[in-house]
């Protein structure tokens, strides 16, 4: 184990997760340094969701390591996964819920104190340009704000790795413009790493890195402009398509 000050905030040391005959994560292996957004860039059945499982500890890998923050997730999982937050593909708000009523749930899980909850709860409202909306049902929510409310809820804990797995599916192009650019705009702040798992070649222009899965494998790591000189091509979604194929 390494020493939190020195652990890079995420860790995969050759991963591996299959089922049956299919190996959805293949030898997976990279590392995510505290502040860095990384584009997780994978055609459908490319193993997203599966490393992403495998992260939130919903699944253990066959062989490999995982760590975060240092932590190892098989040895350590409860501070491994304390440091860890989530926005899942499927919404997850309770729409019956307030927009404060589900933050504060989320607050209880992570044994938060509520005093001090509710001081994070309105500080990310308003980080998120959602104060006035703190008291509505989440129901009320467009779909956008529901989203932001799900990122202030995967930070509340103060974590320092956000997983966010196909997090725009459903958005417009507004929307889905607006949480990229939050989240660009507040992971140095907060020293966060984002690994943003996506299908679409558009999100991923202005990541640190972009790594591309493809059957399980990692087939890059690169930077954005990287890829596409790597490949000899003029556009991300040129230079994916000439690695993965035809979908
Ligand atoms: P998508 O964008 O379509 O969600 P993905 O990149 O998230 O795709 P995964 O869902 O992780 O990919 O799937 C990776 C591979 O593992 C696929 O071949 C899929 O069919 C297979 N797979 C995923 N979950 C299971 C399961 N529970 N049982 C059997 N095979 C599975």
Not at 35 to 56: D, M, R, W
Not at 73 to 80: E, G, L, Q
Not at 89 to 109: R, S
């Amino acid at each position: 184990m390494t020493s939190e000050r020195d652990a890079p905030a995420l860790l995969l040391d050759k991963v591996v997760k299959t089922y049956g005959s299919i190996r959805a994560v293949d030898g997976v292996s990279f590392s995510a340094a505290p502040g860095e957004f990384i584009a997780l860039l994978g055609p459908n059945g490319a193993g997203k969701t599966t490393l992403f499982q495998l992260l939130a500890g919903l699944f253990v890998p066959d062989s490999g390591r995982i760590e975060i923050m240092g932590q190892d997730m098989r040895r350590n999982p409860v501070p491994a996964l304390a440091k860890l937050g989530i926005v899942f593909q499927q919404p997850t708000l309770d729409l019956e819920l307030t927009v404060t009523g589900n933050l504060l749930f989320h607050a209880g899980l992570h044994g938060i104190p509520r005093s001090v909850a509710i001081n994070r709860i309105e500080a990310e409202l308003a980080r998120l340009g959602l104060s006035g909306r703190a008291h509505d049902k989440a129901a009320k929510l467009s779909g956008g704000n529901r989203r932001r409310v799900e990122l202030a809820r995967a930070l509340l804990h103060e974590p320092r790795v956000l997983l966010m797995d196909e997090a725009t599916v459903g958005l417009d192009p507004a929307s889905r413009g607006d949480l990229l650019k939050l989240l660009f705009s507040m992971r140095r702040e907060r020293a966060v790493a984002v690994l943003w798992a996506t299908h679409l070649c558009d999100e991923v222009s202005g990541a640190d890195r972009v790594i591309v899965l493809h059957h399980g494998k990692v087939l890059a790591d690169k930077t954005p402009a990287g890829l596409v000189a790597d490949a000899g091509a003029h556009t991300i979604e040129e230079a994916f398509l000439m690695m993965t194929g035809p979908q």
